[in-house]
Each structure stands twice: as structure tokens, then as C-alpha cells.
């Protein structure tokens, strides 16, 4: 907590970092808006979570804390490092910064998720739906940035990224920012060789994505110039991971509660986006049978392949709707196929089918709730 951090001068993070057998464990600090926050212990701090604590936050948090293997992936903050205080974001960003985007993403939810976010910055966005498509709408457009995910079907982003570096010189081609659900330690270096510009990982959150984009414009402009600071009068404006909690539904049982935090679509979309908050929802169960099909069918023929391609967007596409627990169990399974273990899918593709059950049982009663 932000106030026991504090106490005699944050002298007790300074004990944590001198022990020999602490000095490695990760330090959140939980703070209340617009507080100011350690100042000159940023290199001690891992990460910073606003309060009210969202169990969608501090599990994404958590997540990239836990799992990631090298120094330089720390911190995680989503406090402005200069002023320490969260962002609001700014809704003429495509006036001060104007750009033509390219959206190179397959998965229909993904893509509705992505143009709502580059939305409530000001910004429009073609699409492509795989490496191929990306190629021809260069032939007709000249754009600033792609955002480029990496798994697509016929062209992956990877070799559409090599095929632009070739084609086009480096003042006149566009910046290409990847975006995909892979969040190992050793990805960002992995897309930067392969020519890439930038790294935003899936689930993609707002904030990375308008720095990306100020990153990638001429000069590389810096993301302090988008985010502004909260005021202590600015209570009436949208705040990032910041909504009125949800009363939870009687004659949902407490497991189906849980398979979904709404919170985290609403982070991405807008908290007043109720139509298409009820659209993505529509979609992505739509999808997620015919994932399911594809999963089940690519298990059945022990395609290791189709499995990890079937089990990377269904992830995707659950991690986006806040499906957390589904997507983690994806990921299981898609790390066992690219392992090569095929002993344990029939049990792991049977976890990911009963949660689904949950996450659809979920959603069907917050359509019932919302129409």
C-alpha cells in the first residue's frame, strides 16, 4: 500500500531491495489517483496499480510481473513516470497528430476492439485481414503506421514486414507496430529483428497503444505530450481502469461470476461503448464455437500447427472480453502443442470447453441484462 511504502521516507523498500533474499521479489505499489508516488524510487518500484483495485488489473499485472524472466521487462507502470500521477486520454490526439493506419488483424472482435481504441483518440483505420491484404492496400494508400499482428492466415505479419522493408526505403515506408497475445520476455527483441518498429503485446491496453503511436511518428514525439495528469477538478472525465462496479447477478452462480471481468473490455472500448460492448460480446461467442470446432478438430488429427494457430485466437479473443481464465488455459494448451506434448490435450482441451460453458453462461445472461 501506497502509505506503508511511504512511512519514514520509503526507507522500508529500501530495506526490501538491500536483502540478499529479497531484493529480487517484485514491488506493486497500490496508490489512489492523482497521488503522487515515491518520488526517486521508480528503479525500486515494479509496478504501480491505481486504487479502487480491479481484480482484472492486478491480475494483468501480475501476470507480466510473474512470468517474465529478464530485468528489462521491468517496471510496469501505468503512471506517468515524470509526474506520477495516471493519464486521461485526449480525444483530438488524431489533430495534434495526424496519421493513415493500417489495422492488420484477423480476428473480427480484435479488430472492432482495436478501431474502438484508436476511436477515442480521434483516429480512423483501414483493415486488412491478413500479410496478403496488407501488401495490396500499400499498392493503393500511402500510410503512416501498420499495426501489424503477427499470426494472420496466407501472410503472416512477420513476412508482410519483410516484404515492405524490401519494397520500400526507410523514409518512405510505414512504421510497423506488432501486436500479438505471445508476451514472452524475449518477443520484443524477436519482432525489432524481424524489422518491426514496436512491440504492443495482446490484450492490447490504450495507453501502450497511443504511446506506440507517438512513438512512431516523426521524432518520435513523446507520449508525455498525449497524456495529461488528472486534476483534482477533472472528476467528470473518463478515467483509464476506473468504473462503477457491477452488481453481481443472483441466479449466476459464483463460478460464472468470476469467468468474466467486464472491466476489461470496457477499458478498452470506453465505459459508455454499451452498444458495442454488446456487439463484441455477440461476435466473440459466435466465434468462439467455431474455435471451439477448429480446437477440437485439430486435437482429434494431432495437428500441432492447427492446434496452436486455433488455440492463439481463441486466446486472443478471450483475453480481449475479459475472459482471463479461458484465455490462461489457451495459452496451457498452446504451449503444449508448441512443445510438442500431446499426452495431456485431450485434458487440457476439456478444461478450456468447461470454462467456456461459464464465460457463455456469463455473457447470455448480460445480453438478457442489457437488451
Given at each position: 500500500?501506497q502509505k506503508a ?47 479502487p483495485i480491479?481484480p482484472?488489473?492486478?491480475?494483468n ?7 517474465q ?17 495516471l493519464?486521461?486520454?485526449?480525444e483530438r ?21 482495436a ?11 483501414d483493415?486488412?485481414?491478413?500479410g ?7 499498392n ?12 494472420m ?74 497524456l495529461n ?11 483509464l481502469f476506473?468504473f462503477?462496479?457491477?452488481e453481481p ?21 470506453g ?10 460480446v455477440?461476435i466473440?461467442?459466435d ?11 485439430a ?8 492446434l ?7 486466446k ?9 481464465e479461458?484465455a ?5 494448451l ?5 512443445e ?7 485434458v ?7 470454462e467456456?460453458?461459464?464465460v ?6 448480460f445480453?438478457r441484462?442489457?437488451?
Amino acid at each position: 500500500d501506497q502509505k506503508a511504502a511511504e512511512a519514514n521516507g520509503g526507507q522500508f523498500i529500501n530495506r526490501i531491495r538491500s536483502n540478499f533474499m529479497l531484493s529480487h521479489l517484485p514491488i506493486i505499489i497500490m496508490a489512489h489517483l492523482g497521488k503522487s508516488v515515491l518520488p526517486g524510487k521508480d528503479d525500486m518500484v515494479s509496478a504501480y496499480i491505481p486504487k479502487p483495485i480491479r481484480p482484472a488489473q492486478l491480475h494483468n499485472v501480475l501476470l507480466e510481473l510473474l512470468v517474465q524472466e529478464t530485468p528489462e521487462n521491468f517496471p510496469t507502470q501505468i503512471f506517468n513516470n515524470n509526474t506520477h500521477q495516471l493519464f486521461e486520454l485526449d480525444e483530438r490526439m488524431a489533430e495534434r497528430l495526424p496519421l493513415r493506419i493500417l489495422l492488420a488483424e484477423d480476428n473480427i472482435v480484435n479488430q472492432k476492439v482495436a478501431l474502438s481504441m484508436l476511436a477515442r483518440v480521434g483516429y480512423r483505420a483501414d483493415v486488412a485481414a491478413n500479410g496478403l491484404e496488407v501488401l495490396s492496400a500499400l499498392n493503393g494508400m500511402t500510410y503512416d503506421v501498420i499495426l501489424m499482428d503477427i499470426q494472420m492466415p496466407e501472410m503472416s505479419g512477420v513476412e508482410a514486414t519483410q516484404i515492405i522493408r524490401e519494397r520500400y526505403d526507410e523514409a518512405s515506408r510505414p512504421r510497423i507496430i506488432a501486436m500479438t497475445a505471445n508476451a514472452l520476455s524475449g518477443d520484443r527483441k524477436r519482432f525489432l529483428d524481424a524489422g518491426m518498429d514496436d512491440y504492443v503485446p495482446k490484450p492490447v491496453r490504450v495507453e501502450e497503444l497511443v504511446e506506440a503511436l507517438w512513438r512512431s511518428s516523426p521524432g518520435g514525439i513523446p507520449a508525455d505530450a498525449l497524456l495529461n495528469g488528472l486534476s483534482q477538478d477533472n472528476g467528470r472525465n473518463e478515467m483509464l481502469f476506473h468504473f462503477d462496479e457491477e452488481e453481481p447477478e443472483e441466479h449466476l452462480d459464483a463460478a460464472c461470476e468470476k469467468s468474466v471481468d467486464l472491466d476489461v473490455l470496457r477499458s478498452m472500448v470506453g465505459a459508455n461503448q454499451s452498444e458495442l460492448i454488446r456487439e463484441l460480446v455477440n461476435i466473440y461467442l459466435d466465434d468462439a464455437h467455431t474455435n471451439l470446432i477448429a480446437l477440437e478438430a485439430a486435437a482429434d488429427a494431432r495437428n500441432l500447427k492447427a492446434l496452436m494457430a486455433s488455440c492463439h485466437e481463441f486466446k486472443g479473443a478471450s483475453a480481449n472480453v475479459g475472459a482471463t481464465e479461458l484465455a490462461r488455459r489457451c495459452r496451457v494448451l498452446e504451449y503444449n502443442a508448441k512443445e510438442g506434448r500431446l499426452d495431456d490435450v485431450p485434458v487440457l482441451f476439456a478444461a478450456i470447453k468447461d470454462e467456456f460453458s461459464r464465460v457463455e453462461r456469463f455473457f447470455r445472461h448480460f445480453l438478457r441484462q442489457e437488451s
